[in-house]
Nanobody
Framework: QVQLAESGGGSVQAGGSLRLSCAAS?????????VDWFRQAPGKEREGVAT???????????TYADSVKGRFTLSKDNAKDSLYLQMDSLKPEDTAMYYC??????????????????????WGQGTLVTISS
């Protein structure tokens, strides 16, 4: 059973940076996973932020939503069983609850589709990011 737990949210001023962490457990070495970050701002629909495909616990392709491209970066630390979302040049419109999510049986096309649909097998509890102007 995959379990995900986000941390690292907080309040920063516009232009600042935050690094969100997603502690993951239950990943199987031989399996392929999509691991995505989503966000949901108050009164708005959930938005896919970034996706990556992981095979044999190794990072594969990544892609980002246009709204964060060039500012957000995915990374992974196998030793800590953690995935990270580095967020730079933050804007007030980045304010949202951020969620880490994962799906099994992944292909790159499925990962990209899931970033749009939000159809994922496992979700974390979320971490709040607030950006002030």
């Amino acid at each position: 059973q995959v379990q995900l737990a986000e941390s690292g949210g907080g309040s920063v001023q516009a232009g600042g940076s935050l690094r969100l962490s997603c502690a993951a457990s239950g990943f199987v070495y031989s399996a392929t996973y999509c691991v995505d970050w989503f966000r949901q701002a108050p009164g708005k629909e959930r938005e896919g932020v970034a996706t990556s495909i992981i095979r044999d616990l190794t990072d594969g392709s990544t892609t980002y939503a246009d709204s964060v491209k060039g500012r957000f970066t995915l990374s992974k630390d196998n030793a800590k069983d953690s995935l990270y979302l580095q967020m730079d040049s933050l804007k007030p419109e980045d304010t949202a609850m951020y969620y880490c999510a994962a799906s099994t049986g992944a292909s790159w096309n499925r990962c990209r589709a899931a970033l749009q649909s939000g159809t994922m097998d496992y979700w974390g509890q979320g971490t709040l990011v607030t950006i002030s102007s």
